[in-house]
């Protein structure tokens, strides 16, 4: 199994700043990494896949970089509704799996 | 836009069986293009792939799940479904079913683009 690992576990943030969370594979995936946003009660979204992609409709302030086993996820100009949880998924085999997640607060 | 919406009980007992029902409006089910998937969320962890299945049945499972785990599709209604057997409290969770968009070659899925927004699952007697 590949397994994905994202840092950090947490993160607190405020309107208007930059983060960026971390997602290692422990193989090569090559592009196959998808962003997706997480929030209780809601539909999960997907931010990026191929791991720069942006999703049709989702904000330029989202962007995703990486390539074989790093990859970041960047949000610019945070804004209140990008509060939630962040997760990284590699669909390199055919066994899809997700990193820890990220929660920023 | 197409919408995915997961119907099943909120509560089952250790040791029963858990069946869940996706069901999926405005668009087909009957196309080679996509897998019909099941994720859940455990509390406080993060997110665990459970399986796929297409359009006409062949089934894709996580492999810790694989013994226990049978998913099911009915394009004519337009729904596919999760059965769980001899649940244990680590099965709680919010379980989600989701579109994914299958992949050429030796991967499954590209992205799971269309999500539910989840149903909640206790284990509990």
């Known amino acids: 199994d590949i397994q994905m690992t994202q840092s950090p576990s947490s993160l607190s943030a405020s309107v208007g700043d930059t983060i960026t969370i971390s997602c290692r594979a422990s193989q090569n995936i090559m592009y196959s990494l998808n962003w997706y946003q997480y929030k209780p009660g809601r539909a999960p979204k997907v931010l990026i896949h191929a791991a720069s992609l942006l999703q049709t409709g989702v904000p330029s302030r989202f962007s995703g970089t990486g390539s074989g086993t790093d990859f970041s996820l960047t949000i610019s100009n945070l804004q209140p509704e990008d509060f939630g949880s962040y997760y990284c998924q590699q669909t390199y085999n055919m066994f899809p799996s997700f990193g820890g997640g990220t929660k920023v607060e | 836009q197409v ?15 858990l069946s869940l029902t996706c069901t999926v409006s405005r668009t087909t089910m009957n196309t080679e293009d996509y897998f019909w998937a099941w994720v859940r969320q455990h509390p406080e962890r993060g997110l665990e792939w459970v399986g796929v299945t297409s359009n006409s049945g062949t089934v894709y499972y996580n492999q810790s799940l694989r013994s226990r785990l049978t998913l099911s599709v009915d394009p004519s209604k337009n729904q596919f479904f999760l059965r769980l057997r001899s649940v244990t409290a680590a099965d709680t969770a919010v379980y989600h079913c989701a579109r994914a968009l299958a992949c050429q070659g030796t991967c499954l899925a590209e992205v799971f683009d269309i999500w539910g927004q989840g149903t909640h699952v206790t284990v509990s007697s």
């Open chain 2, 3 to 17: 919408l995915l919406q997961e119907s099943g009980p909120g509560l089952v007992k250790p040791s029963e069986t």
